[in-house]
């Protein structure tokens, strides 16, 4: 069991994604904007970060510019879920510093192998 940490403004898709992921038998802490993001993961990090891209006030990229400059949370591993699909929304998303891009609609059964493929390569 690994604890997530899901940002998503979207209720519904944040309620998808943490009914899938809880599941797997995760325990998922839900937020609805980056600015929570960030706060949550430093005040209890998280083995791993679902973030969407565009959320009012602290954006998804903006938030994993905050958890890598802090070093507690600096090798945390981070998705980005997001419906910006152009190639340079994803390089931008992996400059920031994701570990994977998932592009929305998704398959939340591709989520969860994402997910699972990621914590196994960083624990």
Known sequence: MARI????DDV?????VKFKLSMLGH?????GDGAAAVAACQASRPDLAVLDVMMPGV???DAIKSI???PS???????LLTARAQES????????GADDYITKP????ELASRVEALLTRTR
């Open 5 to 8: 940490l899901v940002a998503d």
């Open 12 to 16: 519904d898709i944040r309620e998808l």
């Open 27 to 31: 325990e998922i802490t839900a937020v």
């Open 59 to 61: 954006s998804g990229l």
């Open 68 to 70: 890598r400059a802090d």
């Open 73 to 79: 949370l600096a090798d945390l591993p981070v998705i």
């Open 89 to 96: 929304d994803v390089e931008s998303g992996f400059d920031s």
């Open 106 to 109: 998704f398959s939340p059964r």
